[in-house]
């Protein structure tokens, strides 16, 4: 028998946002803000709970979407905890030698006119601390440890979600933000599962301890390596941290040099069957210049994680919305390479038209439904702008 969460028994939430990532917590930062009650849904026991990557470009829009979304003096913090700003971009061979005329479109944001990202107004975030500074001021609105397993729609037209442990709840809406392995989305539209494209991402941190600054170049730290091989890019980024005394509530962070490899399967890891991650990152950069095979020597062995590339193909799947009161928020929905640096922009600008249109609206669904169709449109850009970054960092084999 499904037993209905504490306090739930009688009219549930207004929103249940199933999914305490990025796009998830922004939310229910801004539905607060705004009087909206709802609350968030994670499968994990805990914020912590999992690695969940380390480096996050969030651009000027990201920024903008946290300003709308945060109280003002959650985003000074967010903006506080960002790392230096290195603002120098090297397109590089595997020997540091500069290459030529190879740098995405999408990062040079050519737009503007501008010649870095950190020019375009980008800024480098731990992704963690950026998670810890959106749980501040609701954790009370955080249930952990609560994995969505079903949605139904009662006889009253709410919807009813039933969750692993056996509780359940009561929504008005129910926002999927629970990522690119949506288990909401596979209930409620299977067709909108996103491709595997055939590419992988292995992506790992190297913290700056004395031995690695000593087997580092300092060109590395000094701001983003693009390292174009045969078939496959390597991006690094250092991550240097001058918050002075540590902000409370929020996990101090050593320096590291984030990497990220990334390309076709065959290239990245055809040759390597079975080879655990930090092992293959080190043997692709075996014939490379002495700093990046320091670099990947020195990595953080259990930090080095390997994921499908997998992208949404939204123009086929737009036309069949659910009729449930349910909407779809970030990787949930529109999942994309992570070659564009775009995905959590996104999902944090889904965050904050979402719930502007919460706020003006009397009917969630309604809401819902004027999100959907901004959020079809930008996403759609995302997609295609990250899918273009892709082909320029691995263009000579797709
Ligand atoms: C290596 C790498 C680097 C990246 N770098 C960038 C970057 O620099 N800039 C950028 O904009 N984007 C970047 N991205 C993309 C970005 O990480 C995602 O787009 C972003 O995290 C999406 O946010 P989200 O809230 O939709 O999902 P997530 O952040 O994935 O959060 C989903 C949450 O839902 C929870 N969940 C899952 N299933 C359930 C369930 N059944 N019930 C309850 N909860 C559940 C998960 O535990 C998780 O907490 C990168 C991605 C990768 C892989």
Redesign the pocket.
């Known amino acids: 028998m499904t037993v209905l969460a504490d306090g739930d028994e009688m009219d549930g939430t207004r929103v249940a946002i199933?999914?305490?990532?990025?796009?998830?917590l922004c939310l229910a930062q801004a539905l607060t803000r705004a009087g909206i009650d709802c609350v968030v849904?994670?499968?994990?026991g805990a914020l912590d709970g999992?690695a969940?990557?380390y480096?996050?470009?969030?651009?000027a829009d990201?920024a903008d979407a946290l300003a709308r979304c945060l109280p003002a003096e959650l985003y000074d913090l967010f903006r506080r905890t960002c790392a230096v700003p290195a603002p120098r971009s090297r397109f590089l061979d595997g020997q540091l030698a500069p290459v030529a005329g190879r740098a995405p479109a999408v990062w040079s944001a050519a737009d503007d006119g501008a010649q870095t990202r950190e020019d375009a107004g980008d800024l480098c975030a731990h992704?963690q601390t950026v998670r810890e500074i959106l749980l501040t001021g609701i954790a009370e609105r955080v249930r952990f440890g609560?994995?969505?397993?079903t949605l139904a729609v009662g006889p009253d037209g709410r919807a009813h979600v039933a969750f692993a442990d056996g509780t359940a709840v009561r929504a008005d809406l129910v926002v999927a933000?629970?990522?690119?392995?949506?288990?909401?989305r596979r209930q409620l539209m299977p067709q909108a599962e996103p491709l595997d494209v055939g590419a992988v991402?292995l992506?790992g941190r190297t913290t700056l301890t004395p031995q690695v600054r000593a087997a580092v170049s300092d060109d590395l730290c000094a701001g983003t390596s693009v390292v174009f091989a045969d078939g496959y890019a390597g991006i690094i980024d250092p991550m240097l941290f001058d918050w002075g005394a540590t902000p409370p509530g929020v996990t101090p962070v050593a320096d590291y040099l984030y990497w990220?490899l990334i390309g076709p399967r065959t290239r990245l890891t055809g040759a390597f069957p079975g080879v655990v991650p930090a092992m293959v990152a080190e043997h692709l950069a075996r014939d490379w210049h002495p700093s990046l095979r320091g670099l990947f020597r020195h990595a953080d062995r259990d930090g080095v994680?390997l994921?499908p590339v997998r992208s949404a193909r939204l123009a086929r799947t737009w036309p069949l919305w659910t009729a449930a009161p349910a909407t779809f928020?970030?990787?949930?929905i529109h999942?994309?390479s992570?070659a564009g640096?775009?995905?959590?922009?996104?999902?944090l600008r889904d965050a904050a038209v979402l719930a502007a249109c919460l706020a003006g609206q009397a009917s969630p669904e309604e809401a819902a439904r004027n999100y959907e169709e901004e959020m079809r449109v930008r996403a759609a850009r995302a997609i295609h702008l990250s899918e273009v970054g892709a082909a320029a960092l691995f263009a000579d084999v797709i």
């Open positions: 199933i999914g305490a990532g990025l796009g998830g849904y994670e499968r994990d999992r969940q990557g480096r996050l470009r969030i651009d990201g992704r609560a994995a969505f397993q933000a629970d990522g690119v392995n949506s288990a909401v991402c992506y990220a994680a994921l928020l970030g990787d949930a999942a994309m992570p640096g775009l995905g959590a922009n996104t999902a």
